[in-house]
Each structure stands twice: as C-alpha cells, then as structure tokens.
C-alpha cells in the first residue's frame, strides 16, 4: 500500500498544505511517526515535537493493554480493565514505570516538551490497530487548549478511524482496509526506526517556524 514511511508522510503533507506557514506544531508518535513527522513539519514550515504516551500492560501479559498514561500521568483505560477487574494497585505501579520511562525516553531525546496552546496541531503516526494511545494522546493534547487538533495516519482499521474521528478537530486516514493484521504489512520498507535517528530527526534540523 506504501513504499515507506516517507511516501506516506508526503502523502499526509499534500492533505494539510492550507497549514503551512500558520505556525504549526506536529506532533510525531515515537518511533514510526517520527521521521513521518519531520516530512510533514518540514513541508507545513512547522514545529515538530513528540508525543509521549505508553500503553499499560495486563498483568502476566504486557503486550495486551488494558489502558495508557500520557506524560502528565493522565490514565486512560480500555473496557477490558474493568472486565478483567484489574486491580487499583497494579494499575498505578504500571503507570508509574511507564512514566519513568517516559521520563527517561524524553531526556535521551534532549527535548523540552512543546506547548501546543492556541496552536494548530498535527499528531502524527504511521499507523494504528487499535487507536487506544494514539486516543490517549489526542485527549491529553486537547486538554492543553490546541487552536485545531487534526490526527495524521498512514493506516488504520474502520473502528480505530471512528475512535479517532470522534477524538480529533480533523482527521486524515490514507487508508482504512477491512482486513487488518498489522501497521506493517502496508508498508513494504517498514524498517525499525532507533533512538538515534529520532534524536537526529528532532535535533538535527532547524525547526522552520513560519
């Protein structure tokens, strides 16, 4: 459906040229997003920034998620923590390791948290299965008064497109197919982004604020 990330990130781009040079400030998903997101910035003359949001874990099962944590420590949890009845306990333990790898995640990228206050901001992400952090993420930045909040993704399922429309200002999904597996079967360079190259995205560049 892609050739990579950067074919997606042009594409997006192409869908928000009316917000170049209004001071824009996107938002990338580490790690994907990121070099999606120095595209988009790049071409809109904008700002770009992280945004940091972890999912937490189900006990015994991490990769299940039973909610998330944004940077403030803001908790969103999914149904499935109350059907399971997680408890209280185990769900602020998780939140707070995810915090301080958060923390940690933010001071290797040498980065000061961007303030989107009255600004119009893109949050940006190659793509989503669920849509539960990139959910997270979207109420955590719209509690910091964004002039307009638009969600950016190459991919995503029609039930993740309808959490996330209902979440955003503005949405731009490229594509929503039926049979959905995983974010990287749409890409046919879907190569592992580092730490490294998203330091160098984010502070290798003059961000160009227009």
Known sequence: MFRDRAEAAERIAERLIQYRNRNP????????????????????????????????????????????????????????????????????AEADAQLAHMRERRARYRRPSAEPAGRITVVVDDGVAT?????????????????????????????????????????????APQSFFAVGQFFADFSQVTDDEVIDLLGGHDDAIG
């Open 131 to 175: 849509g539960a952090t990139l959910v997270a993420a979207l109420r955590a930045i719209r509690e910091r008064g964004p002039e307009r909040l638009i969600a950016a993704v190459g991919v995503a399922p029609p039930g993740a497109v309808e959490r996330l429309g209902q979440e955003a200002d503005e949405l731009i999904c490229l594509e």
């Open 25 to 92: 400030l996107v938002l990338a998903v580490p790690r994907g997003g990121v070099p999606m997101g120095r595209i988009v910035a790049d071409a809109l003359a904008g700002e770009l920034d992280v945004i940091l949001v972890h999912k937490l874990g189900a006990p015994g099962n991490p990769e299940f998620a039973i909610g998330s944590v944004d940077e403030s420590g803001h908790i969103e949890l999914t149904p499935a923590a109350g059907q399971y009845a997680i408890p209280e306990q185990y769900i602020r």
